[in-house]
């Protein structure tokens, strides 16, 4: 039984289109967050949400927005892709008395 | 700030070599000091963590301590495996933040 999912694993798109990525954790932490990895491996944090707030938005482009409908999921959404937006997002739960972070399996976005 | 710094990769050893990859921070208050782990094509893993100074983590053969005096948690294993190529990440939490911070990863690649 997965504790963090994500959906899909693979998105190949173009340029300019909108696309979506799904998260769901099964642990029942309050605190969840979206991570983005580039090439080189670099994790940069873009959002957190605690019990469906947002509380950490890292100076991430307006075309990223995340939502999150109950604090078991927190899904993104990016509109107007473009080719730097290419990277591997993993979505991660953190639990609350130790702060160690539960990611999922990772989607990896190619825009071409 | 908080911040963690890690010795640059690709770290490439031969399999039953000594490994050590370096891990320094900056940080106020007591943090607690993770490593994580990133298989190829997956998420990351908790490997082991620390949560107070001189704790020692240890996990799958991986060791690391909390050295508040040089402030550093360094990764070691005695013998390295074909199987422990992976991309290692030391990591800082704060407390109460909810923000993980993240080195910028090591890359290690063990020959048989």
């Known amino acids: 039984d997965t504790a963090v999912s994500q959906t899909p694993k693979y998105l190949v798109t173009q340029m300019g289109n909108d696309k979506s990525i799904k998260c769901e954790q099964n642990l029942g932490h309050d605190t969840m967050y979206w991570y983005k990895q580039d090439s080189k491996k670099f994790l940069k944090i873009m959002f957190s949400y605690n019990n469906k707030e947002l509380i950490i938005n890292e100076t991430v482009p307006n075309r990223f927005s995340p939502k999150s409908p109950d604090k078991a999921h927190l899904n993104l959404h990016i509109n107007s892709l473009e080719l730097g937006d290419s990277a591997v997002y993993f979505c991660?739960?953190?639990?609350?008395?130790?702060?160690?972070?539960?990611f999922g399996e990772g989607s990896r976005l190619t825009v071409l | 700030g908080n911040s963690v710094t890690q010795m640059e990769g690709p770290v490439t050893l031969s399999e039953e070599a000594f490994l050590t990859i370096n891990c320094t921070y900056t940080?106020?208050?007591?943090?607690?000091l993770f490593w994580y782990v990133q298989y190829p094509g997956e998420g990351l893993q908790l490997l082991l963590k620390?949560?107070?100074?001189?704790d020692k983590g240890s996990n799958k053969g991986f060791e690391a301590t909390y050295r508040k005096e040089t402030t550093s948690f360094h990764l070691e294993k005695g013998s390295v495996q074909v199987s422990d190529s992976a991309v290692y990440f030391c990591?800082?939490?704060?407390?109460?933040?909810?923000?993980?911070?993240f080195g910028q990863g090591t890359t290690l690649q063990v020959k048989p």
């Open positions: 940080a106020t208050g007591y943090p607690s």
């Open positions: 991660a739960s953190r639990a609350p008395q130790t702060g160690e972070l539960f």
């Open positions: 620390a949560t107070k100074a001189d």
């Open positions: 990591a800082l939490w704060p407390g109460n933040t909810g923000k993980l911070i």
